[in-house]
């Protein structure tokens, strides 16, 4: 970590989990939903209570929480090699069919804190609910420096 990285505190959990794991120069985060100070800032399901640019911006949220849980458990972003699998869960009708539209907003925090070279293999899974009615959920595998 650099003298001027700051590290913030990972998102509360939600429940009887960590907010991120490191073994064997992995670091893997619990599933992150669009939380700010531990409270959710938006629900619903996305394509009949939200659209997809207000999709996209919480998959972006979930993902900068999900970066900030493996950035305190390795001590920052610096620590971050490289991203290898992000999933994208998102909570829609069953007949939305955009789903890597909102992940793209996902996609597009990866590469806005960590450069486009940490963009990683991604899926993009419509799933009937979420917790807490969140629309998006996200998971996120790096690998992480010695």
Do not use: K, W
């Not at 907010?19 to 409270?39: F, L």
């Not at 919480?58 to 900068?64: C, Y």
């Not at 909102?102 to 799933?127: F, K, M, N, T, Y």
């Amino acid at each position: 970590m650099s003298e001027q990285e700051s590290v913030a505190a990972a998102p509360r959990p939600q429940g009887r989990y960590i907010p991120a794991v490191v073994h064997d120069g992995i670091a893997y985060s619990a599933g992150m939903t669009p939380r700010r100070d531990g409270v959710l800032t938006v629900t619903g399901v996305v394509g009949r209570d939200l659209d997809i640019p207000r999709a996209r911006e919480a998959a972006g949220l979930a993902a900068r929480n999900a970066i900030t849980a493996i950035a305190a458990a390795v001590g920052g972003t610096a620590a971050i090699s490289r991203c290898l699998r992000m999933s994208v869960f998102v909570a829609c009708t069953p007949d939305f069919r955009e789903l890597s539209a909102v992940a793209d907003g996902a996609s597009d925090v990866l590469v806005e804190c960590l450069g486009a070279d940490a963009l990683p293999v991604r899926s993009a899974i419509g799933v009937y609910a979420l917790p807490s009615g969140a629309p998006v959920e996200i998971e996120l595998t790096v690998a992480v420096r010695a």
